[in-house]
């Protein structure tokens, strides 16, 4: 069973930083493509970072481009993103979610609130 | 502001069909043929429902189905039930530095 696991989310006051990590089962993590979403209190998706496989592909939002930092280990099955000078536009639930076929997101995970508030 | 137009609302009595559109540009729905819709419960992830603007995964009921026109997809909903009440999402890939994009969220309520 695919099964991503987020974890890292919290409180943290602006312009902070926070580690985000996706914990992969169930398939070969290393065949595939992954993605941040992020979804606000209250509002819609939004499409936060990719990777590809390898992780020499990567793409960010023009909201956090230039703070966050999308990697992966395919040895630990893990995605990470890495969230620096946090905003409190920055608030939401996190999902990591698995890159299928035509630009689309199989599995998602539960979600990882991050709270940016002093 | 959404890169895709969603509805904000739309409503259904059981058993009814109902249709969300979702419009974006030359750029992304109509560009490609990679519109996907997810429908997300309360405090619940996404799930997959449509990709590939038609196709529906393994385990996604029949009474769900896409199609697009031009710059516009559309979920269709037939024989609505209550547990089909919930917000629904369009995305598209885009050829624009965003790479993906949503659409704003239609909730769905049946009547």
């Known amino acids: 069973e695919v099964q991503l696991v987020e974890s890292g989310g919290g409180l943290v006051q602006p312009g902070g930083s926070l580690r985000l990590s996706c914990a992969a089962s169930?398939?070969?993590?290393?065949?595939?493509?992954m993605n941040w979403v992020r979804q606000a209190p209250g509002k819609g998706l939004e499409w936060v970072s990719y990777?590809?496989?390898?992780?020499?592909?990567?793409y960010y939002a023009d909201s956090v481009k230039g703070r966050f930092t999308i990697s992966r280990d395919n040895a630990k099955n893990s995605l990470y993103l890495q969230m620096n000078s946090l905003r409190a536009e920055d608030t939401a639930v996190y999902y990591c979610?698995?890159?299928?076929?035509?630009?689309?997101?199989?599995?998602w995970g539960q979600g990882t609130l991050v709270t940016v508030s002093s | 502001q959404s890169a895709l137009t969603q509805p904000a609302s739309v409503s259904g009595s059981p058993g009814q069909s109902i249709t969300i559109s979702c419009t974006g540009t030359?750029?992304?729905?109509?560009?490609?043929?990679?519109v996907s819709w997810y429908q997300q419960h309360p405090g619940k992830a996404p799930k997959l429902m449509i990709y590939?603007?038609?196709k529906r995964p393994s385990g996604v009921s029949n009474r769900f189905s896409g199609s697009k026109s031009g710059n516009t997809a559309s979920l269709t909903i037939s024989g609505l039930q209550a547990e089909d009440e919930a917000d629904y999402y369009c995305?598209?890939?885009?050829?624009?530095?965003?790479?993906?994009?949503f659409g704003g969220g239609t909730k769905l309520t049946v009547l």
């Open positions: 979610a698995r890159e299928w076929v035509g630009a689309t997101n199989d599995y």
């Open positions: 169930g398939f070969t993590f290393s065949s595939y493509e």
């Open positions: 990777i590809s496989s390898s992780g020499s592909t990567i």
């Open positions: 030359s750029s992304d729905v109509g560009g490609y043929n990679y």
């Open positions: 590939d603007v038609s």
């Open positions: 995305s598209s890939y885009t050829s624009s530095s965003t790479f993906r994009v």
